[in-house]
Nanobody, 128 residues
Framework: QVKLVESGGGLVQPGGSLEVSCHSS????????IAWFRQAPGKEREGVSW??????????YYADSVKGRFTISRDNAKNIVYLQMNRLKPEGTAVYYC???????????????????WGQGTQVTVSS
């Protein structure tokens, strides 16, 4: 059974750092693109970061709004995908979700619609 479980959210001050994790099970992690999305109250779900692999190594992708501040990585042995978030801004307050599209394999889509497996989300609040 495919499962994604996020953890690590919390309250952080503007300019601070936080790492959220996506614990996966039921599939081979390095064969798939894993995405992080976030959704703020009253807003649409927004793509944040993506990671995939072609066997030679991991490839990472970022939304322009987080490029240079966020880092996605994964530990295939532990089946965990991480999102390290630095220099957080108040507009980063949202529920953060990891997602998987079982039909697309290692292809990453920047929109939320194709993803058919989602975790329950973890709340990140950036506030002083």
């Amino acid at each position: 059974q495919v499962k994604l479980v996020e953890s690590g959210g919390g309250l952080v001050q503007p300019g601070g750092s936080l790492e959220v994790s996506c614990h996966s099970s039921g599939f081979t992690l390095n064969l798939y693109c894993i995405a992080w999305f976030r959704q703020a109250p009253g807003k649409e779900r927004e793509g944040v970061s993506w990671i995939n692999s072609d066997g030679n190594g991991d490839y990472t992708y970022y939304a322009d709004s987080v490029k240079g501040r966020f880092t996605i990585s994964r530990d295939n042995a532990k089946n965990i995908v991480y999102l390290q978030m630095n220099r957080l801004k108040p507009e980063g307050t949202a529920v953060y979700y990891c997602a998987l599209d079982m039909d697309r394999g290692d292809a990453c889509d920047r929109t939320a619609q194709p993803y058919d497996r989602w975790g329950q989300g973890t709340q990140v609040t950036v506030s002083s």
